[in-house]
Antibody, heavy 121, light 106 residues
Framework: EVQVVESGGGLVQPGGSLRLSCTASGFTFSSYEMNWVRQAPGKGLEWVSYISSSGSTIHYADSLKGRFTISRDNAKNSLYLQMNTLRAEDTAVYYC??????????????WGKGTTVTVSP | EIVLTQSPDFQSVTPKEKVTITCRAS??????LHWYQQKADQSPRLLIK???QSFSGVPSRFNGSGSGTDFTLTINNLEAEDAATYYCHQSSSSWTFGQGTKVEIK
């Protein structure tokens, strides 16, 4: 079964750091671009970051202002999101999502169940 | 940043009705527009890719259309299991999502 499973969420104080992980199975992870998307409580979806299959190309949402770092380890079938200087507004469910790529462009076709990050004193 | 505006924000409909959700982009995005369904306490599910292409396994009652700045998701013959929030998403530039449209079944 094709799936991605997120982990690493939890409660962290403002200004703190957290590292999220996403483990893939059922497909050749090293061949796929990946993304992180988040959803604040009761709010809509917000794209966070993208990484190419090799890790050589990375993009971030402008709103993150350099606080987050995406990375991957293809040998471990894993995607990561290092989050620093966390703020209350970073509180959200963080989803790992696989890129669906074609000649028409990209979208996201496989999503995990998400991991919850809560930033609070 | 490309802003996606969905309408309506909420729709209450009876089974077998037709639902139409629109998504307007703040600038032309070609066909780089996709639709997702998110049921309560679940992760998003891809329904329609590149404006009009149904994703694998999606029931035929879900249809997408449009290009440029104006897009539509149509759900024909609505079923109770279609109660969800629907999001449009653009992948033309610095990916963004619409604010969502909640569909409630009467």
């Amino acid at each position: 079964e094709v799936q991605v499973v997120e982990s690493g969420g939890g409660l962290v104080q403002p200004g703190g750091s957290l590292r999220l992980s996403c483990t893939a199975s059922g497909f050749t992870f090293s061949s796929y671009e990946m993304n992180w998307v988040r959803q604040a409580p009761g709010k809509g979806l917000e794209w966070v970051s993208y990484i190419s299959s090799s890790g050589s190309t990375i993009h971030y949402a402008d709103s993150l202002k350099g606080r987050f770092t995406i990375s991957r380890d293809n040998a471990k079938n894993s995607l990561y999101l290092q989050m620093n200087t966390l703020r209350a507004e970073d509180t959200a469910v963080y989803y790992c999502a696989r890129c669906y790529s074609s000649s028409s462009g990209r979208t996201m076709d496989v999503w995990g169940k998400g991991t919850t990050v809560t930033v609070s004193p | 940043e490309i802003v996606l505006t969905q309408s309506p924000d909420f729709q209450s409909v009876t089974p077998k009705e037709k639902v139409t959700i629109t998504c307007r982009a703040s600038q032309s995005i070609g066909s780089s527009l996709h639709w997702y369904q998110q049921k309560a306490d679940q992760s998003p599910r891809l329904l329609i890719k590149y404006a009009s292409q149904s994703f694998s396994g999606v029931p035929s009652r879900f249809n997408g259309s449009g290009s440029g700045t104006d897009f539509t998701l149509t759900i024909n013959n609505l079923e109770a299991e279609d109660a969800a929030t629907y999001y449009c998403h653009q992948s033309s530039s610095s990916w963004t999502f619409g604010q969502g449209t909640k569909v409630e079944i009467k």
